[in-house]
């Protein structure tokens, strides 16, 4: 749990930083080197890592005696998360065709920027104030020992690793978040 509350905080910088690289002024250019490099760590680890470790967490807390209300809440977190893998796809190609110098409608770019900043940051709300809690109600010493076994070996590649290109990535947010 600790260090799905931590991810919380490195995705939150991330996704402050990402926000902060969209707004230049009118006559500058975004650095979209960085934004693919943001994206790229959101697929590469809160996609792929974080949400899963999520999944496995909350498949289990659906094993327990919930109400009709809490499963609903569940299933509405579990959805999004298909939701939100899908929503950052759609980034990466959008971004990679500005790279590629394709012509994309940079209103169309900012709502899908501004919608998945939203979708990112209430589904984070909703799981510190209500799925974790839940959590911690409804899981057993022996089911966080079996997630923690079963999760152990994936490292965040920028804040534990500082890895390849994460590394100048990292300077980025420490800066646009300080
Ligand atoms: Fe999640
Ligand atoms: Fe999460």
Redesign the pocket.
Known sequence: MVR?ED??LH?ARVLEALERALSVPPDEDVNWEIVADIISYLQEYPDTV??PV?DQLFDRVLDKGLTPAERELVHTNLAQHAEIIGATVQLERDVGQILNDIIVPMDQLQDHFKRYLELQRA??RN?IHHLFPLAERQLAEEDWQAIAAQTATQADPMFELNLGKFASLYEFVAEATS
């Open positions: 799905l991810d919380h995705i974080h949400h999520e589904h984070m799981e």
